[in-house]
């Protein structure tokens, strides 16, 4: 596509169920980034995925949120027992290759949760 | 501690106006800088990103400046216009790390006719 695409677009889940937000980079992508924005908040890193490479999770706030990258292509965030606290805006960010330090990121339209 | 620092936290302008806003940060070794606008809904887009030797950059009616000494850069708004309320994201990026972009709170800009 021409740009990452996410969905959904909204999420409203209750309290302890689990939620997966799913993201299409752009095609040729090799880096994925996941960010959280929490309201009034800036922009916090959860994970980046390069190529074939382990993926970096050091942003993870903890084990009940995992990620996965298929093919090299669509990631999913996967939150387990969903709190309160997980609500917040989930962006989704590909660059052309690991170096978005240099080619700069394109990110997705973000998926909002409210946890319920 | 947040190593990138905005301010002011919002601003409220009128059309037509123009605005100037701050970014200070921390972040060591300084790689580049990125302004981004983030309309209400949507996902950051970028404005301008400078290196360590650029100390100004324009896109449109956007100009941004950098100062890798004081660790200073400001984002100038020409001639707002109501199409120009967002926020505004200054990233920063270390040499160090590639995906752990320092990312500052915004500004909220609301431009009123």
């Known amino acids: 596509g021409a740009g990452v695409s996410q969905s959904p677009s909204n999420k409203v889940t209750e309290k302890g169920k689990d939620v997966e937000l799913r993201c299409d980079p752009i095609s040729g992508h090799t880096a994925l980034y996941w960010y959280r924005q929490s309201l009034g908040q800036g922009l916090e890193f959860l994970i980046y995925?390069?190529?074939?490479?382990?993926?970096?999770k050091s942003g993870l706030p903890s084990d009940r949120f995992s990620a996965e990258r298929t093919g090299g292509s669509v990631s999913t965030l996967t939150i387990q027992r969903t709190q309160q606290e997980d609500s917040a805006v989930y962006l989704c960010a590909s660059s052309p290759r690991g170096g978005a330090v240099v080619y700069g990121y394109t990110f997705g339209s973000g998926t909002r949760l409210t946890v319920v | 501690k947040n190593q990138v620092e905005q301010s002011p936290q919002s601003l409220i302008i009128l059309e037509g106006k123009n605005c100037t806003l701050q970014c200070n940060y921390t972040v060591s070794p300084f790689s580049n800088l990125r302004w981004y606008k983030q309309d209400t809904g949507r996902g950051p887009v970028s404005l301008t990103i400078m290196t360590f030797s650029e100390n100004t950059k324009s896109n449109g009616r956007y100009t941004a400046t950098l100062d890798a000494d004081t660790k200073q850069s400001s984002l100038h708004i020409t001639a707002s216009q109501l199409s120009d309320s967002a926020s505004y994201i200054c990233?920063?990026?270390?040499?160090?790390?590639?995906?752990?972009?320092?990312f500052g709170a915004g500004t909220q800009v609301v431009v009123t006719p």
């Open positions: 990233v920063v990026s270390s040499t160090d790390s590639w995906g752990k972009l320092q």
């Open positions: 995925f390069q190529g074939n490479s382990a993926p970096d």
